[in-house]
């Protein structure tokens, strides 16, 4: 699996926004970018994925750098239920079928 | 919103003894997983499900392991002969597809196991 890289732990302000960054410079051509969040006591939670185009949802966006060695997830405005551990994943488009987890990045969200 | 249910919450169990853990996936989905995280450490792949055969195993996922879905709707994790190191939080969870561009998995919210 190609590896991913993030910052081990994040702050920020509530309401303000959040970029978390990911890099992943050995991705291949058919791999899809995942974000995954683990809220403390809980059971890993996904977020957002994409290949090549930023990615609007609900919850959260997803920049992807034009070479796609890099990415980075945006909370547009965190608040204190945003206070997880963030994990960005590498994902074979084809039958692979499992996430491989790192250490993600610890986000942590102050008044 | 559908959910991945798992029981129980918490087992305790005393060494060498066989626990099953269950889990019921969201009724639709067709790709079952378990996951584990020890405590302070990454969350880590046991196995894959799919077409009532394992379709993927870690190196975890050894004899002492056995999963099964024995109704159609409950998918369980058989540990036997527990050990001290499988002592963890157990994660099922479900896709409805799999592959990186479809299948998001949605995660139950976990077993506990500690093993004395």
């Known amino acids: 699996d190609a590896k991913t890289t993030q910052p081990n732990s994040m702050e920020s302000n509530e309401e303000e926004p959040v970029h978390l960054p990911c890099n992943h410079s050995t991705i291949s051509g058919t791999d899809y970018i995942h974000w995954y969040r683990q809220l403390p006591s809980q059971g890993p939670e996904y977020v957002i994925h994409?290949?090549?185009s930023n990615v609007n949802n609900r919850m959260a966006s997803l920049a992807i750098a034009e070479d796609r060695k890099s990415s980075t997830l945006i909370l547009h405005r965190a608040t204190l239920r945003d206070a997880a551990v963030y994990y960005c994943?590498?994902?074979?488009?084809?039958?692979?079928?499992?996430?491989?987890f790192g250490t993600g990045t610890r986000l942590q969200v102050t008044l | 919103e559908p959910e991945v249910t798992q029981t129980p919450s918490h087992q305790v169990t005393q060494m060498g003894q066989e626990v099953i853990l269950r889990c019921v996936p969201i009724?639709?989905?067709?790709?079952f997983y378990w996951y584990r995280q020890i405590l302070g450490q990454k969350v880590e792949f046991l196995v894959s499900?799919?077409?009532?055969?394992?379709?993927?195993k870690s190196e975890i996922f050894d004899d002492q392991f056995s999963v099964e879905r024995p109704d159609g709707s409950n998918f369980t994790l058989k540990i036997r002969s527990t050990k001290l190191e499988d002592s963890a939080m157990y994660f099922c969870?479900?896709?409805?597809?799999?592959?990186?561009?479809?299948?998001?998995?949605?995660f139950g919210e976990g077993s506990r196991l500690t093993v004395l």
């Open positions: 994943i590498l994902r074979d488009s084809g039958t692979a079928s499992k996430l491989t």
């Open positions: 009724s639709n989905h067709l790709y």
């Open positions: 969870a479900s896709s409805e597809r799999a592959g990186g561009g479809t299948g998001e998995l949605f």
């Open positions: 499900f799919y077409n009532n055969e394992i379709s993927e």
């Open positions: 994409g290949l090549t």
